[in-house]
């Protein structure tokens, strides 16, 4: 959790305050500027309205620059960003035929398989020839390839699941997969930071939804047991089922779940465990199978896994992995399954061709040298960055780390000086995190070389000095003040 400093959230909130000031005069002035010209609505409420409008008008299209920022290659450790320009103020930009090569710290490439690969890539194309890009049709009817029955199959046996159904979108993975697992009279509890398409899920679900405090078992267990007691409002019935929703890596916040000791509450309770793995799996783990690997917890002891092939794999699309009756309940329940096109068939062997890599199902070792380059890279960039005096979220192992920014206007300087640098990041801000919790996030891939990383980490050391984000002391300067400390002493 980040504990906001005093100074710093006073001073994050007083930018705050003069740009909502500011802003609400111009609109203010707008309106006497604008008195008596039509607005051409002739009796329609106005779509765009409320504080989100104002956020968007007034704040966000400021530094709207920073984000959105079109790229003219593969996204690999380098890559080519879309030069733009604005003849209004940042309201509207425009991209130019230039291009800027740029290290790559922001794309979620973890294993490096989004660019060109001397297994995926030729597989991928072979099945481009054979089936086209589309199925033109969704999975019960005429969209269902060998390719998509050896994609479920393989994921099982990758995660360690008996069974596994696979989706053409991560997100829809789980906005659509939770409503069709719980309804009303069920309970979700979740954690505080879940993913957007999980809150999503359990709100258009009709199930009761409790919070409880970031991956904080004891706070899960007081949930548990407040809401057992409780029961359903007004009836006060049982809950018909309990579900516990945790993510394996948090995605803002580069941490990893304290898998074992919620799978003991969830247990201790009869609650099912929900896990969402889309930036761990593939990623953590000795040979790649996520944080059940990694922080040695049985998948048996997971009801519902969920991950997306967006990540480690370098394609598109979802999975859930888990007994036979669920994935045979989902089938024929979920809308995402039954409704939507079927996942392009190039994209699914891309995905297969890539776990068998990892497997080792290639006839190489290449796999085995992604998964501990991701490893290694991650921890010496991470380490490096505290060294440096940043204020680094997350854990070890973990390729998702971010560096905290706060202050809005420390946003787009750090964004913009990093770009002119040729290093391109990924910024982070309301209402994709707390107000006052903005970030940078930055994202390690095993295609990163050690040359590639020194770069980055001067470029972030530099910028960082001139941003002034550097919130914790430098290491040498801490080692020669605890040197004069002894001396003293």
């Known amino acids: 959790m980040v504990r906001l400093p005093y100074v710093t959230a006073l001073t994050t909130l007083f930018s705050y305050g003069l740009l909502f000031a500011f802003g609400q005069l111009r609109d203010f002035f707008r309106k006497i500027l604008d008195v008596g010209k039509s607005n051409n609505l002739k009796g329609y409420a106005p779509i765009c309205l409320g504080l989100e409008d104002f956020y968007t008008r007034r704040l966000y299209l400021r530094i709207q620059d920073c984000f959105g920022r079109p790229i003219a290659s593969a996204p690999d450790a380098w890559f080519d960003v879309v030069e733009r320009y604005s003849n209004d103020n940042n309201k509207t930009l425009h991209c130019t035929t230039k291009t800027s090569k740029c290290l790559n710290l922001g794309s979620y490439n973890y294993l490096g398989f989004a660019a060109a690969d001397?297994?995926?890539t030729p597989h991928a194309i072979q099945s481009l020839k054979k089936y086209s890009a589309s199925t033109c049709s969704v999975r019960v009817e005429g969209g269902n390839t060998k390719l998509h029955v050896e994609l479920e199959e393989l994921v099982a046996r990758f995660v360690g699941k008996p069974a596994a159904i696979v989706f053409g979108m991560g997100y829809a993975t789980n906005s659509a997969i939770i409503p069709a697992l719980v309804g009303k009279g069920g309970l979700i509890i979740s954690d505080s930071l879940n993913h957007n398409s999980i809150v999503n899920g359990a709100r258009g679900s009709g199930a009761n939804v409790q919070v409880f405090q970031h991956n904080n078992p004891a706070r899960l267990e007081d949930v548990l047991r407040?809401?057992?007691?409780?029961?359903?409002?007004?009836?006060?019935?049982?809950?018909?089922?309990?579900?516990?929703?945790?993510?394996?890596?948090?995605?803002?916040?580069?941490?990893?779940?304290?898998?074992?000791?919620?799978?003991?509450?969830?247990?201790?309770y009869k609650a099912y465990t929900y896990l969402d793995e889309a930036h761990s799996i593939g990623a953590v783990g000795k040979t790649g199978r996520g944080v059940c690997e990694l922080l040695g917890v049985d998948p048996a002891d997971i009801d519902i896994m969920m991950g997306t092939f967006t990540k480690s794999f370098g394609s598109c699309g979802g999975y859930i992995a888990a007994s036979k009756e669920i994935v045979c309940h989902l089938k024929h329940t979920c809308p995402a399954h039954i409704y939507a096109t079927s996942m392009s068939?190039?994209?699914?062997?891309?995905?297969?061709s890539a776990i068998k890599v990892i497997l080792g199902e290639d006839g190489s070792n290449r796999?085995?040298?992604?998964?501990?380059?991701?490893?290694?890279n991650s921890n010496f960039f991470r380490s490096e960055l505290q060294k440096m005096g940043f204020e680094v979220l997350g854990d070890n192992d973990s390729p998702v780390m971010p560096i905290m920014l706060y202050n809005p206007a420390k946003i787009p300087a750090f964004s913009r000086?990093?770009?002119?640098?040729?290093?391109?990041?990924?910024?982070?801000?309301?209402?994709?995190?707390?107000?006052?919790?903005?970030?940078?996030?930055i994202c390690i891939s095993a295609s990163h070389s050690r040359e590639d990383l020194i770069k980055g980490l001067e470029v972030i050391s530099k910028v960082g000095d001139l941003v002034g984000i550097k919130y914790f002391p430098v290491e040498h300067e801490k080692t020669a003040s605890s040197e004069k400390l002894k001396k003293l002493q």
């Open 367 to 376: 796999g085995a040298k992604k998964l501990a380059q991701i490893r290694e």
């Open 417 to 441: 000086e990093c770009l002119r640098q040729h290093v391109a990041v990924v910024t982070v801000a309301f209402p994709a995190t707390p107000l006052l919790l903005a970030r940078a996030r």
């Open 345 to 352: 068939p190039p994209a699914v062997q891309q995905v297969i």
């Open 226 to 268: 407040e809401q057992i007691a409780a029961g359903q409002p007004r009836t006060h019935r049982p809950w018909k089922k309990i579900i516990v929703i945790v993510e394996g890596i948090y995605s803002m916040e580069g941490e990893l779940c304290n898998l074992p000791e919620i799978i003991a509450v969830c247990k201790k």
């Open 118 to 120: 001397e297994y995926c």
